[in-house]
């Protein structure tokens, strides 16, 4: 069963696609949301977070950009992040990836309605696996 904290996470998400569908004047299925860090040191992790339009960064955006929210005023991002970093140097661990390398990329096949959110796991510009939301936020 999933988390009701991660559920409603994944269904702002959702919300966050569809304002950049909007945005940059596209279908859902053309935005990907990217989490990466420039850190050194796998326990200094810092996740940055970027928007995608067919695969080319329109830059930074702060963590309640991806929730579709002007004020993160529940704390989600507090809540996430230690998740994200875990997962973040787990997989790195896992899959032998330096961490300047390693990307989540969070995107949708749903060209109008947005059924479900998928994710991947890359190392550099290739993909090393399929990710659920689901085990990213709660890992």
């Known amino acids: 069963m999933t988390n ?10 959702k919300d966050g696609v569809k304002r950049q569908a909007i945005k940059h004047d596209c279908s859902p299925n053309r935005i990907s949301l990217c989490i990466w860090s420039y850190s050194e040191s796998l326990e200094e992790i810092e996740p940055f977070y970027s928007v995608l339009v067919d695969g080319v960064s329109k ?15 529940w704390g989600y991002e507090r809540i996430c992040k230690p998740y994200i970093k875990d997962y973040m140097k787990k997989m790195c661990e896992q899959n032998s990836i330096e961490l300047k390398k390693i990307r989540l990329v969070v995107y949708t096949n ?30």
């Open 4 to 13: 009701p904290i991660v559920s409603f996470v994944i269904n702002k998400i």
């Open 59 to 73: 830059g930074r955006v702060a963590f309640k950009t991806l929730l579709d929210v002007n004020v993160d005023i």
């Open 110 to 139: 749903d060209k109008t309605e947005i059924k479900e959110l998928k994710a991947k796991l890359i190392n550099g510009m290739e993909t090393v696996k399929p990710l659920t939301l689901e085990e990213i936020l709660s890992s």
